[in-house]
């Protein structure tokens, strides 16, 4: 009996240094999470910068909180619900996309987002691929989202290199029309009317580089990758990929097109260190003559007509200089920069399309001249 009692006891012991430990660890995180809940409630030590939130007809409190932390408003989401529940503030927000700074604290978001008259006016555009910077200036505009003339002067600009390390790539900026040209992913966006043009290339230059440096399933590719890995591992330029995909974008007929005209613009170029030389003897093919550079930023001489000509660049002309323009010509999308990456392999040097969109390629110049007639261009 003695031997059970002192079992029991030690057995009871054991069991009170466990629950005192098992308490104290329960407290420890308690109060880490209470300190990291009050400190994300008053925005302790947040950066400040704006961002945009949408409240959806019918959004719960949990829905509010994920699209704030998403938007890095707030990082602790269940806290905010605490919160919102505990101030009896929790059903009382209004629909609408709303501007805030990821400083505010969880008050100042809350009356924000209860307060109708902070509701931006919004609108949404889709920038095709193939647009041009000149383009998206003209679409903004004509929505009333910004100035023409505002947006194209930050489209020179070097002020948006220290959040976007990849505009380092950049070293002509001198000698481009639009220092950001090809940089501005197309896609479809939602702005608000009366937007700074700065905020505006901020949120297009971060989806130009969501998509090319998220890994995803690519085509052709086992693994997941990304297009900026696959550039670095074949000793690419991503400036240089840029450039010759806003060629293919603007010249090629389609997606199936891109692959071929990615290989005569490569192909072209190969002979830059032959003097424009071919395997063929055919020579001036270090000049790429394509269509699409020669009124950029219009599309045509009859678009050039119509507008002022004080932006006119002959330098882009690829009748006129060797080798590639000295920026894009517009801003490609992913197919292109993936054809541009991933050249098929041919011995073409010249293509052609019909009107219908039909393409042609040949070798030599003679067989370039049949596919012309063929085409009905001459």
Known sequence: MKGFKKNRTKNGCIFNIAWIVFLCL??????????????????????????????KEGDSLGAIATSLKNQGVISEKEFFRLYARFTNHNKKFLPGVYELQTNMDYQSI????????????????????????????????????????????????DEFNEKNAFLKNVTNSSERLYRLEGYLFPDTYNFYKGE????????????????????????????????????????????KILIIASLI???????????????????????LNSGGKNKFG????????????????????????????????????????????????CNPGKEAILAAINPEKTEFYYY???????????????????NLKKAGLK
Request: proline content about 4%; hydrophobic content about 35%.
């Open 26 to 55: 329960v407290s420890a995180l308690l109060s880490r999470y209470i300190l990291i809940g009050i400190n994300d409630m008053l925005a302790v030590g947040k950066p400040a910068h704006s961002v945009m939130v949408e409240v």
């Open 249 to 271: 974008q603007a010249e090629a007929a389609d997606s199936a097109d891109m692959y071929k005209v990615s290989s005569v613009i490569h192909n072209r170029l190969e002979t």
């Open 110 to 157: 809350i009356n924000h987002l209860q307060n109708k008259s902070n509701v931006k006016n919004v609108v949404e555009i889709t920038f095709t691929e193939g647009m041009n910077i000149l383009e998206y200036a003209e679409l903004l505009e004509k929505e009333h989202v910004c100035s023409k003339d505002e947006f194209l002067k930050c489209c020179s600009s």
């Open 352 to 370: 052609c399309h019909s009107e219908s969109g039909t393409a042609y390629y040949a070798k030599t110049n003679s067989e370039h001249m049949q």
């Open 196 to 239: 700074p043009p700065e905020k505006i290339i901020n949120t297009l230059l971060a989806n130009y580089n969501k998509k090319i440096s998220t890994k995803t399933d690519l085509e052709n590719y086992q693994e997941k990758t990304s297009i900026t890995e696959i550039a670095e591992k074949k000793g690419l330029s991503i400036d």
């Open 282 to 329: 055919e020579s001036g093919l270090n000049y790429l003559q394509l269509d699409a550079t020669v009124y950029y930023p219009y599309k045509s001489k009859q678009a050039k007509n119509k507008k002022s000509g004080n932006l006119f660049a002959p330098k882009y002309d690829t009748y006129k200089i060797k080798g590639l323009p000295p920026g894009p010509i």
